[in-house]
T-cell receptor, first 114, second 118 residues
Framework: AQSVAQPEDQVNVAEGNPLTVKCTYS??????LFWYVQYPNRGLQFLLK??????LVKGSYGFEAEFNKSQTSFHLKKPSALVSDSALYFC????????????FGQGTELSVKP | GAVVSQHPSRVICKSGTSVKIECRSL??????MFWYRQFPKQSLMLMAT?????????EQGVEKDKFLINHASLTLSTLTVTSAHPEDSSFYIC??????????????FGPGTRLTVL
């Protein structure tokens, strides 16, 4: 079965510093990987996805993610964090064997302090 | 990008009553819609998947008679929580996906509905 893991429940970063939110995956076959962000009491917003091609994927709001097949990772990164980036971040993998439904990680709460 | 709306955004009801939540895709046709449940600061739990015009597929452990899902058109799906109890209080989020390239496309999420059962 496909799965993703986000090893950190919370990440704290100072504004202006680079941020990384970690995600590792376990899939059979080619992985279809996604990052979403959720602000309080809101639904999820799509940030970026990896389907095929370049390992470095650029997404919304200055975020990017690096697909690393050997390490089975898909870490989310941003060169310079903003206080407004504080939110809950979810990594997800599409499970092709189960009709394409998204399997979410447990989420990582990012806190960016001024 | 594609927009998904939910109505209501917040509902408070008495125990034993039924509550209907609507999910609409505003600018695209959603052949598949998903309903999720989320507890505070936790991940999304998929409840069911519905394809337009057919019965919903429920995840293991989700009571289909309690959580009625209807996907009557390509732009509307409804979730009805029947005989709601306090333990049904949660944040319910719908999501929609188009047919084209469905394996590669992202899902679009609604803003969520906060249900509180007294």
């Amino acid at each position: 079965a496909q799965s993703v893991a986000q090893p950190e429940d919370q990440v704290n970063v100072a504004e202006g510093n680079p941020l990384t939110v970690k995600c590792t995956y376990s899939v059979s076959g080619n992985p279809y990987l996604f990052w979403y962000v959720q602000y309080p009491n809101r639904g999820l917003q799509f940030l970026l996805k990896y389907i095929t091609g370049d390992n470095l994927v650029k997404g919304s709001y200055g975020f990017e993610a690096e697909f690393n097949k050997s390490q089975t990772s898909f870490h989310l990164k941003k060169p310079s964090a903003l206080v407004s980036d504080s939110a809950l971040y979810f990594c997800a993998v599409r499970d092709i064997s189960q009709g394409g439904k998204l399997i979410f990680g447990q989420g990582t709460e990012l806190s960016v302090k001024p | 990008g594609a927009v998904v709306s939910q109505h209501p955004s917040r509902v408070i009801c008495k125990s034993g009553t039924s509550v209907k939540i609507e999910c609409r895709s505003l600018d695209f046709q959603a052949t598949t819609m998903f309903w999720y449940r989320q507890f505070p600061k936790q991940s999304l739990m998929l409840m069911a998947t519905s394809n337009e015009g057919s019965k919903a597929t429920y995840e293991q452990g989700v009571e289909k008679d309690k959580f009625l899902i209807n996907h009557a058109s390509l732009t509307l799906s409804t979730l009805t929580v029947t005989s709601a109890h306090p333990e049904d209080s949660s944040f319910y989020i719908c999501s929609a996906r188009t047919l084209a390239g469905q394996m590669y496309n992202e899902q679009f999420f609604g803003p969520g509905t906060r249900l509180t059962v007294l």
